[in-house]
Structure formats: structure tokens, C-alpha cells
């Protein structure tokens, strides 16, 4: 573990405006939760939660964030050539000012440094957090002896090596460990995704090294989630299901935006949205046929009926969104991050209860 880094330069200013449907607030009340949306265009995490009846956004600044994880007693981001760990502390968060508002708090305590791995997501099992290695094409764990610890990488990538082989982008697991990952082609030469990013994509079984589906276009964030297998097929704005059996791919919702980063609760799904940059990575994608109609938000999907029912949309500030975390049982968490003075925040000072160490932390 390393100690926060020196304090980011100034930032510009950066106006962000947003709107939102009148059935989001009910719904997050409804299921008792918030979200958590890092957007690394913007270099912002983006807090959601319900305030009575009024929908609440805090924003804090990372430096480039993409993956998240989140468990009852932390949370982990990665950043540029970071994976910060926050932790909760629901104790101390109804003191902040104003009293009362917030129920959960994630605060930064240590940051571990990986170098700029293109960390795609993070999910935790039990203690150990896994961390998708775009860059090295594996899958990896953190360290504090080593930049990161390649656990597992495609049977077709030959050698791990600092070359984007295949895009490997998306984890979903399964009884604590990998089950599904994402990624762009089946490609062992360097960035050899790029000429067929249109139809390359595939979602893969771990265990049994085999694949599931094949020609998906830039897919990302695989879930198992009440006994289905869910994948978004970004480039077409797809939330889609895959029969495990068949390989089959069918649409559960057509979204107005490139789908990346995929949560699941309690039958919904929170879907990012992005719009798509001016450059040569979305040449021939379908969804670039759709430009002028594309979004940027969040969208929630009633998985039953494939309905997409409440959203929010960012209107100016933010045009992609990364990864998106439900934080259970929260209405309104606060966020810590490691320089809370460029978000504008106060610190959070968290110090061990002497009543429950039977010493004086002083001592």
C-alpha cells in the first residue's frame, strides 16, 4: 500500500447539467439504493442517491476512473495508475454536515499502485479483489510487493505483454470466482482488435476456456444475475441475455447509447450510456449509424419485461460514462475521496472507538 499522491493540479471548472425521470427517485426509494458512476472523460465518480423526494448528485475527482467494486465494507476504485480502497464507514456518515443527510460514507484510506493497466472493472471475492488488465490482456489481483499479479489470461494471448491484444475488458463472477469475461477479438498480436471490433467480440466461460458467444460487436460488462447470463453489446446499444448452452444472443433492451457498465439488483438493471467520440475506434460500428440520438446516463431496465423505465441523463460535462455500482441499502452515501478539497468536501476524520479497542488509541 502507498500513500495518497501529491494533490492534483487545479482544475478547470467544469459545468455539468443533468435531468432525470420522475419515476427514478420512487424507484430507488423502492429498492433501497444508490449508484455510483465513474466517468474517466470527466474525471469524476458521480454519486446518486434520494434526498426525501428529490434526486441528489455529488461529484469527486479521480483521476481518469474506469472500474469499480463495492462490498458492505469497502469500496475500490481504479483510477489512471491507481486502485484506491475506501472504506465504509455508515458510523460516521450522519455526522457529516448537514446532519443527517447522509447514511453511508466511503472515505479513501490507502491507494495501490499499478501503473496505467486500463483497469475495465474490479469485482471483489471475499477479500481478494480482481481486476480486469486490459493493458497485459489478463486477469490480475492487487499487491503491495508488485505492480499487479497476473492470475489468469485467454488460452490464445501466448505472453503477457504491455500490447492491448484483445481488448479483454468485462468479469462477471460466479460463487466467488471468474465465470464470464468480454473482449473485443481473439487476436495475440498487438491492439488486433482494432480491424475487426465490429464483429470480434466474445463472451468466454473461464473454467472450461471455451467460448460462449461469438460475433458480438465491442461487448462489455458480462453479468450473472437471477439465473441469466447478461452481456451489453455496446456497439449495437444492446442490454442482451446469452443462452450459456446455445451461445445464443437475444436483445433484452435497445438502448439510445453505447452501452458500457452494467449493474444488477433485485431484477433491475442500471445500464451507462455514452455517446461516441469523433475518432477512427467506432469507424463501422453499427451504433455510430445512431450518433445524432445517442445519450449519456443511466438507464434502468425492469429485466422481466425488458422496459427501460427511469433514467438520468447528462445534458452537458459528462459524454461517457465507464462502470456503474448499486450500493445496497443506501438512499445517500457520501464519497472521501483522497483531495477532497478539489471536490469542495470537508474531510471525514475516522479514528478507532476506544470503547471497542479497550485502549486509548492515543497511547
Known amino acids: 500500500?502507498?500513500?495518497?499522491?501529491?494533490?492534483?493540479?487545479?482544475?478547470?471548472?467544469?459545468?455539468?447539467?443533468?435531468?432525470h425521470s420522475l419515476s427514478l427517485v420512487p424507484l430507488l426509494r423502492q429498492l433501497r439504493c444508490s449508484l455510483l458512476i465513474s466517468t474517466y472523460q470527466a474525471g469524476k465518480l458521480v454519486v446518486v442517491g434520494t434526498d426525501g423526494d428529490n434526486l441528489t448528485l455529488g461529484f469527486n475527482?479521480?483521476?481518469?476512473?474506469?472500474?469499480?467494486?463495492?462490498?458492505?465494507?469497502?469500496?475500490?476504485?481504479?483510477?489512471?495508475d491507481h486502485v484506491w480502497l475506501l472504506r465504509s464507514a455508515p458510523d460516521v456518515a450522519p455526522r457529516l454536515p448537514p446532519a443527517g443527510k447522509f447514511d453511508q460514507l466511503f472515505a479513501a484510506r490507502s491507494a495501490v499502485v499499478t501503473?496505467?493497466?486500463?483497469?475495465?472493472?474490479?469485482?471483489?471475492?471475499?477479500?481478494?479483489?480482481?481486476?480486469?488488465?486490459?493493458?497485459?490482456?489478463?486477469l490480475c489481483t492487487v499487491s503491495d510487493e508488485f505492480s499487479f499479479v497476473p492470475r489468469w489470461r485467454p488460452p490464445f494471448v501466448t505472453a503477457l505483454a504491455a500490447e492491448d491484444r484483445c481488448h479483454l475488458n468485462g468479469l462477471a463472477l460466479s460463487d466467488g470466482r471468474p465465470k464470464f469475461v468480454t473482449f473485443l477479438?481473439?487476436?495475440?498480436?498487438?491492439?488486433?482488435?482494432?480491424?475487426?471490433k465490429a464483429t470480434g467480440g466474445c463472451l468466454f466461460d473461464v473454467p472450461s476456456g471455451q467460448v460462449v458467444a461469438r460475433g458480438l460487436c465491442m461487448p462489455h460488462s458480462p453479468r450473472v444475475h437471477g439465473g441469466r447470463v447478461l452481456v451489453l453489446n455496446s456497439g449495437h446499444g444492446h442490454?442482451?441475455?446469452?443462452?450459456?448452452?446455445?451461445?445464443?444472443?437475444?436483445?433484452?433492451?435497445?438502448?439510445?447509447?453505447?452501452?458500457?457498465?452494467?449493474a444488477c439488483h433485485d431484477g433491475w438493471a442500471f445500464v451507462g450510456l455514452s455517446k461516441i467520440r469523433?475518432?477512427?475506434?467506432?469507424?463501422?460500428?453499427?451504433?455510430?449509424?445512431?450518433?445524432?440520438?445517442?445519450?449519456?446516463?443511466?438507464?434502468?431496465?425492469?429485466?422481466a419485461t425488458g422496459r427501460a423505465v427511469a433514467h438520468v441523463e447528462f445534458k452537458a460535462g459528462v459524454d461517457e460514462i465507464f462502470d456503474v455500482q448499486v450500493v445496497p441499502g443506501s438512499r445517500l452515501p457520501a464519497v472521501v475521496g483522497p483531495h477532497p478539497e478539489a471536490d469542495g468536501a470537508q474531510t471525514a476524520w475516522i479514528v478507532p472507538d476506544p470503547s471497542k479497542t479497550g485502549r486509548d488509541p492515543t497511547m
Open 1 to 19: 500500500m502507498t500513500p495518497a499522491a501529491d494533490p492534483p493540479a487545479p482544475r478547470a471548472e467544469r459545468l455539468v447539467q443533468y435531468e
Open 239 to 262: 442490454l442482451s441475455a446469452v443462452d450459456a448452452a446455445s451461445g445464443r444472443v437475444e436483445p433484452v433492451a435497445v438502448l439510445p447509447g453505447y452501452t458500457r457498465g452494467l
Open 278 to 303: 469523433e475518432t477512427s475506434t467506432f469507424g463501422g460500428v453499427p451504433i455510430a449509424d445512431r450518433r445524432d440520438e445517442l445519450r449519456c446516463g443511466v438507464a434502468v431496465v425492469e429485466l
Open 61 to 80: 475527482n479521480f483521476d481518469r476512473p474506469m472500474g469499480m467494486a463495492v462490498r458492505p465494507d469497502r469500496l475500490a476504485l481504479a483510477a489512471r
Open 185 to 196: 477479438a481473439e487476436s495475440d498480436t498487438p491492439r488486433g482488435w482494432r480491424p475487426v
Open 115 to 138: 501503473g496505467d493497466i486500463q483497469a475495465h472493472e474490479a469485482a471483489w471475492a471475499g477479500d481478494r479483489l480482481w481486476v480486469v488488465n486490459t493493458l497485459f490482456s489478463c
